[in-house]
């Protein structure tokens, strides 16, 4: 990562991600970031290393859609929410980048690269992170209410978003349905494990207890923002 990026990150997680995302989405920061006290919790589950990374391309694959909904405003001369979509490519920033895809490039990559085993798709998956940062660079840069003003600016902005797009979607498939699995083969019963809970206190650290939890109920609300919240309005009328 470098300096800026960095910079970036630390200053976002710490206060300018929460401040900005709770105006976008009408929620307030205490609400979004303190811990629900239910009068019983329920017994914690473990979430191993696979399920913990697929759960976290829902959440990708859903930043996705708001992009394509984007795209399809910006196309239709529509009016598109500059803090939602801002918010939307921060949260790709701050939880995909510099925490999901970091944990790839820490722990993944160089496993399966030592030991030969799909170094091809490694090669591959590690140059659309770096390519995937400078997207969302382009992105953020663009998605403001004064660059949204300007035609030139919403057709650069639709194809980083198109470009993002086509690159992720099939970017996360290949590893739930390739890399992913392949786990099994380079980690023993234990390693895995440990692995897991690796994971879950990186998770911690940086966003606190139910991290993964805050990012679902945070992307939910900037769904609606676009409009695309319900479900039932992507199920196709189909006669007879």
Not at 110 to 125: G, Q
Not at 158 to 165: E, G, T, V
Request: with cysteine.
């Amino acid at each position: 990562m470098d300096s800026v990026g960095a910079s970036r990150r630390e200053f976002i997680l710490k206060t300018g991600l929460l401040a900005a995302l709770s105006a976008t989405v009408g929620m307030p920061v205490a609400a979004w970031a303190a811990e629900e006290t239910p009068k019983a919790k329920a017994p914690e589950i473990e979430v191993l290393p696979a399920e913990d990374l697929m759960r976290e391309h829902g959440v990708l694959r859903r930043v996705l859609l708001i992009y394509g909904e984007a795209v399809r405003r910006i196309e239709a001369r529509e009016e598109v929410p500059p803090d939602g979509l801002t918010a939307a490519a921060w949260m790709i920033r701050s939880f995909v980048e510099d925490y999901h895809e970091k944990l790839e490039e820490e722990y993944l990559f160089p496993r399966f690269c030592k030991a030969e085993v799909l170094t091809d798709l490694v090669e591959v998956l590690s140059r659309q992170h770096k390519a995937g940062r400078r997207v969302t660079g382009l992105v953020l840069e663009l998605a403001t209410p004064g660059a949204l003003k300007d035609a030139g600016n919403r057709r650069r902005l639709a194809d980083a978003l198109r470009m993002f797009i086509r690159m992720y979607a099939p970017h996360a498939a290949r590893e739930d349905t390739v890399l992913f699995p392949a786990m099994h083969r380079l980690w023993t019963p234990g390693e895995y494990r440990e692995m897991g809970e690796v994971f879950e206190k990186r998770e911690r650290e940086l966003f606190g207890e139910d991290g993964f939890e805050k990012w679902v109920a945070q992307v939910a609300e900037i769904e609606k923002q676009f409009g695309i919240y319900e479900l039932a309005q992507f199920t196709p009328e189909i006669a007879g």
